[in-house]
């Protein structure tokens, strides 16, 4: 499928200009490149002018080669006879643009492209399957949910839920969080990074982004704009959601700021 794309796209990354992206020249991701004129690209720097379906195709591929490698390890799995005392756990820790917003790569964005990751728990017997659960849940949670499936404890400062009760029945699948967090925090070292730091709140409609160190940011409306291309952090009509949703993303950075040790005793 082509990218999510809008002229707009442009006008909106100028403005968000100094902000780490390792794409750092946004263009319209379907002009095709100008064959007697190759474009270098690197690892850190991906090219101005591209063939994205291509790319796209390219990066399908690889998805298929992981699940080829991910099946054989199942097969072990059970022809060993192993697979019933073990759970499984795949997962991602970032998207890729792929031509979205006319970007590739990554780097201190927070379109659903990048943030919004698979997570797969499989063990025959414990948790369920074929179920899709659709509350919101982070990758923070899985420490607590390991430790939940070995029945140890928790660490005290943990800072996910566990999961284990929604995988295992006892819990419902559509309401998991009421919210959920993301941090880019001079994630990446490549030429022209500026250490940038940017956070991002999503209540399952809303999406609010802060970039920390341009006093600016975004704000989504998923519902009624899933392609996230209509940013509404200057609209007028949307001034008291946007303070609304920024004290709740302080707040909620709060809740999860390291308070030392354990408390022991009263002083």
Known sequence: PPPVFAESDLAHHHRLKGVDQQTQTPGDPMRLPDPDAPEAATHDSPPERYDVLAVRAAYYAMVAMVDDMVGQLLERLDTSGQRQDTLILFMSDHGEM????????????FYEGLVHVPMILSQPGRV?????????????????????????????????????????????????KPYVLCEYHDALAFPGSTGSRGSMYFDGRHKLVVYHDLETGELFDLAADPGELHDLWTDEGSAGLRAEL??????AMMRVTGAGPERVANF
Do not use: M
């Open 98 to 109: 792929l031509g979205d917003h006319g970007l590739l790569y990554k780097g201190c964005r």
């Open 128 to 176: 369920q399957q074929g179920v899709k659960a659709t509350g919101l849940a982070e990758l923070v949670d899985i420490p607590a949910t390991l430790c939940d499936a070995a029945g140890l404890t928790v660490p005290a400062q943990n800072q996910g839920r566990s999961l284990w009760p929604v995988l295992t029945g006892q819990a419902p699948t559509d309401e998991i």
């Open 246 to 251: 920024v004290l709740k993303h302080f707040s």
